[in-house]
């Protein structure tokens, strides 16, 4: 009975085992690439920006359709019933019944309307250049988003590291401290207190951990994937060095200033305002419209002089017809007018648009740069106070091992050294976002 017992046992351990490895070998890692990737392809802001494309193609062939003909056909049935007049002796007669059909081909051409039909299809052109700008924008704006997020996992992952590190090290400052008084060195309220540090620690690891859990959270949200199971790859970012600095913000500038898309989207809203304008004065002009027609009509009613069969009449009635309208504007009651006016208003706020963007993008470059100068020095400041730290931790270490400091001024150092390793993390990532917001505005690749 003891052998089953064990026997089943040892089959649940072997089946749970199984299942672990099946639910970590279907856990997918997501490198930084992937993110940027899927993020790309599956965000809803980025599709709602490709259906608005879709729409603007469908505009533009509209728009080459106004250049075509148009050509209709209808035909039509009618009975009348009332009085009417006999056509040879021309005297009333009550109660007649009349069968009438009609039809008719009609092909129209609009010959001149002041370019309206030229510069709407320039329009719905240039509106899908402007878009399909936009979409661009989109695209980058999010992959600095995502980018953020993925340096915010790992500046998260190094922190809890850190911790789980000091706790490290306080569970075994705990039983060195056990020993000694075991020993009868130290007394045993130190103890004590190094039971309180290593319950800080764990603290500090549980809050380290809830933030990393925290960001993945926010990655995967942005991501739009399923929370269970997410992780992502864990690379080495390497430390800030002046190499990494963009020595002067012009070359930045200048770049930013020719080739971001909000500049190209603001250029491309000047041109479609000044198509406006012309689509506007286009109520100035005389309109020219060509037309042909094509029918026939077929009439009876019991009182009929003479009647001809159904289809000889409609062939002995039918007929062309040609026809050239010209309709010229002499007073539209303001409407053109003021169209033109507002149109030419909206040139003006295009052109202050474009130039309140290049403001706006020069001022984020601008304090970009210097916020990576200042995080540049601040990690440089950081790397140097840990130094410090950990040499007066050291030092402090060996003297509270011989006895000369109390266990309280012990963890005052460390507290000191773990300040300053927080500090050297802090601002390690502080530099390498400011650098990659830098590269976003030269167009660099955010993934390398």
Known sequence: MKKKNNMKQSILVFAL???????????????????????????????QGQNTLLINDEDITAAKGQFLPSFSGSMGERMSIGSGFDPVTNQRINNQTTHSFNYNLSISQNVFNGFRTLNLYKQSQLTRETNELELNRIKDDISLNVVNAYLNVLFNKETL????????????????????VDAGVQPKANIYDAEATLSRDAQQVTLAENSFNLSLLSLSQLLQVPFNGFNVEIIEID?????????????????????????????????????????????????????????????ESKNDFVKQAFFRELD????????????????????????????RIQEENSKLNLEQAKLNLESNIQRAFTDAQAAFKAFEAAKKSLESQTLAFNNSKE??????????????????????ESSLINAKYDFVFKTKVLDFYMGKSLTN
């Open 316 to 343: 002995l009635f039918k007929g062309h017809n040609i026809s050239l309208n010209v309709n010229i504007p002499i007073f539209s009651r303001f409407q053109n007018k003021t169209a033109v006016a507002k149109s």
């Open 17 to 47: 085992l199984v299942c672990s490895l099946c639910s970590f070998a279907q856990q997918k890692i997501w490198t930084l690439q992937e993110c940027v990737n899927h993020a790309l392809e599956n965000n809803i802001s980025i599709k």
């Open 239 to 299: 430390s800030p060095s002046e190499a990494l600095l963009y020595t002067s913000v012009s070359p930045v500038l200048n770049y930013a200033l020719e080739n971001r898309n909000e500049i190209k989207v603001a250029e491309k809203n000047i041109e479609n305002s000044l198509i406006g304008t012309e689509i506007s004065k286009s109520g100035y002009y005389p309109s020219v419209n060509l037309g042909y027609g094509f029918g026939s009509v077929w009439s």
């Open 399 to 420: 003297r509270y091992d011989i006895g000369a400091m109390t266990a309280f001024d012990l963890e005052q150092a460390r507290v000191q050294l773990i300040n300053a």
């Open 161 to 180: 590291e850190t911790a789980t590190a000091q706790y490290a090290f306080s569970e075994k400052q705990l039983s060195q401290v056990q020993s000694l």
